[in-house]
């Protein structure tokens, strides 16, 4: 069976027992996953739901060698619990002094999937990002040559451009005259969060992509100050008005395969959340398929949840689809608030929610 039948099998989900669907084991292509006794805690939620997740580099110091890529994944598949098969998959945080010959190395090797392009501060550790589209020209031009992806967190870095504009004004000054320069290389624009944004993927599918967060199709940045201020619910890209919401959801759902997962779990204690001034990153890492499950029952697309979550994010980076398959139950379930990290706790996305639906049975 050739690869592309592997993605044309994928019909409806099947039905297991009533109420419940299943599909083909998903992948997460967006995962902060830190490191420590903070991957200790989180990764267990990620490895229960996704079967490979793309791991971001933006680590202290940040992930810029193959030698501190390959060192960073053992650490990752030792904090693994016990029977998870659980894969990362690593990326490269670029520089301005990063070597073409070094991205190379760490693709041909196998270490790096893909490389990661933050502007320069434009949101947790980003600070040794990209100041000089430039400067990294060889690089760029390098990793189109051998096929390896970019993906991009797509915020303008000025400080004079407000924060709920910053995606906008980055795709129309930077996105833009970036794909006409670079017009074989393989982009991600991450988190998407306008709808503005999602006309730009689908006008220049297949060769870009977009992952949507599960918090991104739940809030808006009303949300944010429901009641009081909501520390937990803020993350980079900032949650935009409400009909850009609507327009996320008709694009997960839609079927495009331009659109995948990435969930962009950020886990951050509640103390650096509820800070003077909080860090940005929502930690969906345990209730993310649950949500993805809930909206594409809400929009009624549960036809389409596993092109989305399963198939195409692995089209899109040459990857055999997973052969196992995950239930999901039309069944409430109660999450914990948060869970425990040292001495203080990381916040759950929807934690304090009865989900409409809950996680079945694996299958490898």
Known sequence: MTLDHL???????????????TIR???????????????????????????????????????TTVAAAAAYRERIL???????????????????????DEIEKGHAEGVWIAAKLYPAGATTNSHHGVRDLKAIRPVLERMERIG????????ATDPTVDIFDRETVFMEQVLLPFLKDYQGLKVVIEHVTTQETTEIVRAHAPRVAGTITPH????????????????HLYCLPVAK????????????TSGDSCFFIGTDTAPHTARTKEASCGCAGVFVGAT????????FDEEGALDRLEAFASLHGARFYG??????????????????AAVAVENDEVVIFRGDETLPWSIGEVRP
């Open 7 to 21: 993605f044309d099998a994928a019909a409806k989900p099947k039905s297991a027992p009533a109420g419940s669907i």
């Open 25 to 63: 084991r998903p992948d997460d292509w967006h995962i902060h996953l830190r490191d420590g006794a903070m991957l200790r805690a989180v990764l267990p939620f990620t490895s229960a739901q996704f079967a490979r997740g793309i791991i971001m580099p933006n680590l202290v110091p940040p992930v």
């Open 78 to 100: 030792a904090a693994r619990p016990a029977g998870n098969d659980f894969r990362p998959m690593m990326t490269c945080y670029l520089t301005d002094q990063t070597s073409a």
């Open 148 to 155: 390896m992806p970019v993906l991009i967190h797509g915020e």
């Open 216 to 231: 991104h199709l739940m809030i808006n940045r009303t949300s944010l100050f429901q009641g009081g201020l909501r520390p």
């Open 241 to 252: 008005r409400e009909h850009h919401r609507l327009a996320l959801r008709r694009a997960v």
């Open 288 to 295: 993310a398929l649950q949500t993805y499950t809930q909206v």
């Open 319 to 336: 990857l055999t689809p997973n052969a196992g398959t995950i239930e999901l139950h039309r069944r409430g379930a109660a999450m914990p």
